[in-house]
């Protein structure tokens, strides 16, 4: 079964517990609409635990099939608390690093979906510093004895289960010395007392243990290794779609409401859902393949989370723009979402918390470890990034920028093939791959200059008979190459910097606000990587010139074969692109223009006066990003067409056609 399939199972599911009354679409359904005949339905069917092996209930699946059934379910508010966060997190976490007894003991009940498991992580005055608790579990016979207080507690007072972060020894580390159990809630010694939040609901509790016995055989791993347990089982809870689709239901009935603005700001807004969404998604997927490897993605979980945050609650700003006078029903859906929106930065780690996170990746304690210079995962197209670096000069200070320097470096580009790079070699090309074009374009917007490359690739495809609208999307799409070297070459100029330079006696790395924006940053640039990586997989062989044939290798033919399966799952025809295509185009545009603009500015910022000198590089970077973010389709008229196809769609276009990473199988 495909995950095509496996969308159109549960689909049909849904359908039918709609069209039956079974349930009503709720905002921030994963947390707040617990249902137990509805995760016990779905484990009937088959689709809990479908990555989990064989001998344990699941079918192996891999996790992309997994997020094609959560974001389904997501995307309608279906009731799906009761099985959650057993399904997501506890039960990979127990298939990682449990015995076999505490497999046989807890997995069946999770798939059946029967378990309904609270999370015991968070404590008074801890905050989300996990490595805080003093919950504390003392080894007795047989097992341990845990007394301590939790807080925060997602459905304690529903749970059947409780996973539990506690203190097993005292070590010089706080992070050191930490367990993680799971333990019956009918076990004796256990109160539960309810916190009902600002909308009247009651979903979290505090939790307080009073010798609490622990039987051996329920310690998940290894005693006093929880806190790397921990930090791995948080990619599950962080890097799901969860995180950005928690308020998605307004948007189909904002769509459909009377009323609804469609000016051209209406249409930007529309337009920002659609390539906001579109590398969400495609970042969902990324977390999802790294799951299937055996990988922890903290850096992009953490990421998916903070932006995707950001996202869910812009589109509750969003719906009050676009609906001034809304309905009834969209009304009471606004208001949900705008009482359930405080706990979105919160839950799961904190804004600063997850910052925090990448900015420790940055900016390492030893800053001497620190790697600013990005390097692309597929090694060719890093050596082609590379190769161009080196033809521009090696680096930003070396670069000729003279007249006389940029005019031989454009023959030089010319000479080596360079502008017909990706135009098939059957019709007068230098062959290749779009990809291989864009990560030429991208070394050399490091250096903050493009050789007028892009101009001339867009030339010499539509000289070799590709038409308007696809030459149109491929500009968009190689501007955003330019905004992703250029960002990123600024970027790592800053991280450098920040390093670097020190005030009153210590870098100025060690400022958290400097940190906070450096994490800021590359956040911003993971996203726009994610969203030009999706349009050349969606669009990449649409974009190229007619008569391409086999001798594209890498990531061509990776971005080939994404393209014929978007163009079969929205009817492509020999006419031209399709709008899933051109979206994807217009979509990492800008998405990459906003991120370039976001590193432009707080660059400069973090640079200081040294940032705002002639003599100083940063501005090569930084005025390439201002000139490439306006020009051609700017990044604001890329977000008004997006509008333009979303609102002529709906919803379900904007879901199957313009923001979905795998129309087809």
Same mark, same amino acid.
């Not at 390539?275 to 490897?293: C, G, K, N, T, V």
């Given at each position: 079964?495909?995950?095509?399939?496996?969308?159109?199972?549960?689909?049909?599911?849904?359908?039918?517990?709609?069209?039956?009354?079974?349930?009503?679409?709720?905002?921030?359904?994963?947390?707040?609409?617990?249902?137990?005949?509805?995760?016990?339905?779905?484990?009937?069917?088959?689709?809990?635990?479908?990555?989990?092996?064989?001998?344990?209930?699941?079918?192996?699946?891999?996790?992309?099939?997994?997020?094609?059934?959560?974001?389904?379910?997501?995307?309608?508010?279906?009731?799906?608390?009761?099985?959650?966060?057993?399904?997501?997190?506890?039960?990979?976490?127990?298939?990682?690093?449990?015995?076999?007894?505490?497999?046989?003991?807890?997995?069946?009940?999770?798939?059946?979906?029967?378990?309904?498991?609270?999370?015991?992580?968070?404590?008074?005055?801890?905050?989300?510093?996990?490595?805080?608790?003093?919950?504390?579990?003392?080894?007795?016979?047989?097992?341990?004895?845990?007394?301590?207080?939790?807080?925060?507690?997602?459905?304690?007072?529903?749970?059947?289960?409780?996973?539990?972060?506690?203190?097993?020894?005292?070590?010089?580390?706080?992070?050191?010395?930490?367990?993680?159990?799971?333990?019956?809630?009918?076990?004796?010694?256990?109160?539960?007392?309810?916190?009902?939040?600002?909308?009247?609901?009651?979903?979290?509790?505090?939790?307080?243990?009073?010798?609490?016995?622990?039987?051996?055989?329920?310690?998940?791993?290894?005693?006093?290794?929880?806190?790397?347990?921990?930090?791995?089982?948080?990619?599950?809870?962080?890097?799901?779609?969860?995180?950005?689709?928690?308020?998605?239901?307004?948007?189909?009935?904002?769509?459909?409401?009377?009323?609804?603005?469609?000016?051209?700001?209406?249409?930007?807004?529309?337009?920002?859902?659609?390539?906001?969404?579109?590398?969400?998604? @495609?970042?969902?997927?990324?977390?999802?393949?790294?799951?299937?490897?055996?990988?922890?993605?903290?850096?992009?979980?953490?990421?998916?989370?903070?932006?995707?945050?950001?996202?869910?609650?812009?589109?509750?700003?969003?719906?009050?723009?676009?609906?001034?006078?809304?309905?009834?029903?969209?009304?009471?859906?606004?208001?949900?979402?705008?009482?359930?929106?405080?706990?979105?930065?919160?839950?799961?780690?904190?804004?600063?918390?997850?910052?925090?996170?990448?900015?420790?990746?940055?900016?390492?304690?030893?800053?001497?470890?620190?790697?600013?210079?990005?390097?692309?995962?597929?090694?060719?197209?890093?050596?082609?990034?590379?190769?161009?670096?080196?033809?521009?000069?090696?680096?930003?200070?070396?670069?000729?920028?003279?007249?006389?320097?940029?005019?031989?470096?454009?023959?030089?580009?010319?000479?080596?093939?360079?502008?017909?790079?990706?135009?098939?070699?059957?019709?007068?090309?230098?062959?290749?791959?779009?990809?291989?074009?864009?990560?030429?374009?991208?070394?050399?917007?490091?250096?903050?200059?493009?050789?007028?490359?892009?101009?001339?690739?867009?030339?010499?495809?539509?000289?070799?008979?590709?038409?308007?609208?696809?030459?149109?999307?491929?500009?968009?799409?190689?501007?955003?190459?330019?905004?992703?070297?250029?960002?990123?070459?600024?970027?790592?100029?800053?991280?450098?910097?920040?390093?670097?330079?020190?005030?009153?006696?210590?870098?100025?790395?060690?400022?958290?606000?400097?940190?906070?924006?450096?994490?800021?940053?590359?956040?911003?640039?993971?996203?726009?990587?994610?969203?030009?990586?999706?349009?050349?997989?969606?669009?990449?062989?649409?974009?190229?010139?007619?008569?391409?044939?086999?001798?594209?290798?890498?990531?061509?033919?990776?971005?080939?074969?994404?393209?014929?399966?978007?163009?079969?799952?929205?009817?492509?025809?020999?006419?031209?692109?399709?709008?899933?295509?051109?979206?994807?185009?217009?979509?990492?545009?800008?998405?990459?223009?906003?991120?370039?603009?976001?590193?432009?500015?707080?660059?400069?910022?973090?640079?200081?006066?040294?940032?705002?000198?002639?003599?100083?590089?940063?501005? @090569?970077?930084?005025?390439?990003?201002?000139?490439?973010?306006?020009?051609?389709?700017?990044?604001?008229?890329?977000?008004?067409?997006?509008?333009?196809?979303?609102?002529?769609?709906?919803?379900?276009?904007?879901?199957?056609?313009?923001?979905?990473?795998?129309?087809?199988?």
């Amino acid at each position: 079964m495909s995950s095509t399939e496996i969308r159109t199972r549960i689909r049909t599911l849904l359908d039918d517990w709609l069209s039956a009354g079974r349930f009503t679409p709720t905002v921030d359904c994963w947390l707040r609409s617990v249902d137990r005949d509805f995760s016990r339905a779905l484990g009937e069917a088959g689709l809990l635990g479908m990555t989990w092996p064989v001998e344990h209930g699941g079918e192996g699946r891999p996790n992309t099939d997994r997020l094609a059934l959560t974001e389904e379910m997501l995307r309608v508010g279906a009731p799906v608390t009761a099985h959650w966060i057993a399904e997501r997190q506890i039960g990979p976490a127990v298939l990682r690093a449990g015995t076999p007894e505490l497999k046989a003991a807890i997995l069946p009940d999770i798939v059946a979906g029967r378990a309904i498991i609270g999370l015991g992580m968070s404590e008074p005055e801890s905050g989300s510093d996990l490595a805080s608790v003093r919950t504390r579990a003392v080894p007795t016979e047989g097992g341990w004895i845990l007394n301590g207080h939790k807080i925060w507690t997602t459905q304690a007072h529903n749970a059947t289960a409780m996973y539990i972060l506690a203190r097993t020894s005292e070590e010089e580390k706080k992070h050191q010395g930490l367990s993680e159990f799971v333990i019956d809630m009918d076990s004796p010694g256990i109160e539960v007392s309810p916190i009902v939040d600002l909308a009247g609901e009651h979903h979290f509790n505090e939790v307080r243990y009073t010798d609490v016995f622990i039987p051996r055989e329920r310690l998940i791993g290894t005693e006093g290794e929880g806190w790397k347990q921990v930090i791995e089982q948080l990619s599950f809870e962080r890097g799901g779609p969860e995180r950005a689709l928690s308020t998605w239901v307004l948007v189909p009935e904002v769509l459909a409401a009377p009323g609804l603005r469609t000016d051209e700001g209406a249409l930007r807004d529309l337009g920002q859902v659609v390539a906001e969404l579109s590398a969400l998604r @495609h970042m969902y997927r990324r977390i999802a393949a790294a799951l299937d490897a055996g990988e922890a993605p903290i850096r992009l979980a953490a990421a998916s989370k903070f932006i995707g945050n950001g996202f869910e609650k812009g589109l509750i700003d969003i719906a009050r723009r676009l609906v001034p006078t809304p309905g009834e029903k969209l009304a009471g859906l606004i208001q949900q979402a705008l009482w359930a929106s405080p706990a979105f930065g919160i839950r799961g780690g904190a804004e600063d918390v997850l910052l925090g996170i990448v900015a420790k990746l940055e900016l390492p304690r030893d800053l001497s470890k620190a790697t600013p210079q990005p390097r692309l995962a597929d090694p060719e197209a890093q050596e082609l990034v590379e190769l161009a670096g080196k033809v521009a000069g090696g680096t930003l200070l070396d670069v000729d920028r003279s007249d006389a320097g940029l005019d031989r470096l454009r023959s030089t580009v010319e000479d080596l093939g360079w502008t017909r790079v990706s135009v098939p070699e059957s019709a007068g090309g230098s062959g290749g791959s779009l990809a291989d074009a864009g990560a030429i374009v991208r070394g050399l917007a490091r250096l903050g200059v493009t050789a007028d490359l892009p101009e001339h690739l867009v030339a010499a495809h539509t000289g070799a008979g590709l038409g308007q609208r696809e030459a149109t999307a491929l500009a968009s799409l190689l501007d955003a190459a330019v905004l992703l070297g250029a960002g990123e070459a600024a970027l790592a100029l800053t991280i450098g910097h920040v390093i670097e330079r020190e005030q009153f006696g210590a870098p100025l790395a060690a400022i958290p606000a400097v940190k906070s924006w450096i994490a800021r940053m590359r956040m911003q640039l993971d996203l726009a990587v994610e969203s030009y990586d999706r349009a050349l997989e969606i669009a990449g062989d649409a974009l190229r010139a007619p008569g391409a044939d086999s001798t594209a290798s890498g990531a061509g033919e990776e971005a080939a074969g994404g393209a014929t399966a978007a163009a079969e799952a929205v009817g492509a025809s020999d006419a031209g692109i399709t709008d899933a295509q051109a979206a994807a185009a217009l979509s990492a545009k800008a998405i990459a223009a906003q991120a370039g603009g976001l590193i432009a500015a707080q660059a400069h910022q973090l640079h200081g006066a040294i940032g705002i000198t002639a003599e100083y590089p940063l501005h @090569h970077l930084t005025q390439l990003i201002w000139a490439t973010r306006d020009s051609g389709t700017s990044e604001h008229a890329a977000l008004v067409e997006l509008g333009r196809m979303a609102l002529a769609g709906g919803e379900p276009v904007i879901w199957d056609r313009l923001t979905d990473s795998a129309p087809a199988e």
